[in-house]
């Protein structure tokens, strides 16, 4: 079983809608959890980091849930600019500085 | 406020040659990372250095690859000889160095071994 697991998609979404993303991870003493996007050809960046209480940034919503060991993005009222490729990013802990690498999520934003 | 810098950008050269990759980690950054990404393998780490010194090299494919930070601004990934195999976009992202906090990345260095 791979330490952090994505669906690789694509998810083909239409402008506008709303598209939610999983992300699964191995190791229940993992510590900091983050998701990033990348498009072609460019460098991962940062798009939020995932708190155990929940966070939104704008149209983007992040969840955890420790029990069950899942991420969660969710992206409303989708942009054409949203298409890219979503990292789901988990730090295992243990004094680790280290960053464990989900495969990612492809998704394409159609007009 | 400089972000991570690479250099070169890009970079082809004939396979037995050696290559030099360089990273600027930006400023208070602790930690650096080098990663490869391809499409075949994703992104994969290969070292990272604290305050540094490398603390896991597990991810150096081979003794073709070394890497060194001589300060903590400047840090090289060497390949020597490269082979058209080594072909991949390079990045060196960096942090503080804490478990909480994301890395950032360079813009990447696009390697081409012909």
């Known amino acids: 079983r791979k330490e952090v697991e994505q669906d690789p998609g694509p998810f083909n979404v239409p402008e506008g809608a709303t598209v939610a993303f999983n992300c699964t991870y191995s190791?229940?003493?993992?510590?900091?959890f983050f998701w990033y996007r990348q498009d072609c050809r460019k460098e991962p960046k940062l798009l939020m980091s995932v708190y155990s209480s929940g966070n939104e940034d704008g149209r983007f919503t992040a969840q955890l849930n420790r029990a069950s060991q899942y991420i969660s993005l969710l992206i409303r009222d989708s942009k054409l600019s949203d298409s890219a490729t979503y990292l789901c990013?988990?730090?295992?802990?243990?004094?680790?500085?280290?960053?464990?690498w989900g495969a990612g999520t492809k998704l394409i934003i159609k007009p | 406020d400089a972000g991570v810098i690479q250099s070169p950008r890009h970079e082809v050269t004939e396979m037995g040659q050696e290559v030099t990759l360089r990273c600027k980690p930006i400023s208070g950054h602790n930690s650096l990372f080098w990663y490869r990404q391809t499409m075949m393998r994703g992104l994969e780490l290969l070292i990272y250095?604290?305050?540094?010194?490398?603390?896991?090299d597990s991810g150096m494919p081979e003794d073709r690859f070394s890497a060194k930070m001589p300060n903590a601004s400047f840090s090289t990934l060497k390949i020597q000889p490269s082979e058209p195999r080594d072909s991949a976009v390079y990045f060196c992202?960096?942090?503080?160095?804490?478990?909480?906090?994301?890395?950032?990345f360079g813009d990447g260095t696009r390697l081409s071994i012909l």
């Open positions: 992202a960096s942090t503080l160095g804490q478990t909480n906090q994301p890395q950032h």
């Open positions: 250095f604290n305050n540094n010194v490398p603390i896991d």
């Open positions: 990013v988990v730090n295992p802990g243990g004094g680790n500085y280290q960053l464990i």
């Open positions: 190791n229940s003493a993992s510590q900091s």
